[in-house]
Nanobody, 121 residues
Framework: QVQLVESGGGLVQAGGSLRLSCAAS????????MGWYRQAPGKQRDMVAT???????NYGDSVKGRFTISRDNAKNTVYLQMDSLKPEDTAVYYC???????????????WGQGTQVTVSS
């Protein structure tokens, strides 16, 4: 069993900052890519940022220069530092990880339960 648990969401004023965390736990042998996605009401889920196990990063166009993704491999944890937040950043943020479970031959994609981020104007 593998679990991803997010924390750090909340309500913030425009221009403010939040830091999201996501810890993976369970029967984990290795983690490749980790990332954050978000979904606003009535919209599709979009990629916010991803990071590989060699720290290669990728960002969605709307967050470049404002958000920073990082990870702590020893803790199986990925972070998202969100600065200069805008009302349009309001969404449920989901953690994602590509994980090889112990004893498994196949990599699988796992998702967290989501954490709400609300930015007021």
């Amino acid at each position: 069993q593998v679990q991803l648990v997010e924390s750090g969401g909340g309500l913030v004023q425009a221009g403010g900052s939040l830091r999201l965390s996501c810890a993976a736990s369970g029967s984990i042998f290795s983690i490749n890519r980790m990332g954050w996605y978000r979904q606003a009401p009535g919209k599709q889920r979009d990629m916010v940022a991803t990071i590989t196990n060699t720290d290669n990063t990728n960002y969605g166009d709307s967050v470049k220069g404002r958000f920073t993704i990082s990870r702590d491999n020893a803790k199986n944890t990925v972070y998202l530092q969100m600065d200069s937040l805008k009302p349009e950043d309001t969404a449920v943020y989901y953690c994602n990880a590509n994980i090889l479970r112990r004893g498994s031959l196949f990599w699988g994609d796992y998702w967290g339960q989501g954490t709400q981020v609300t930015v007021s104007s």
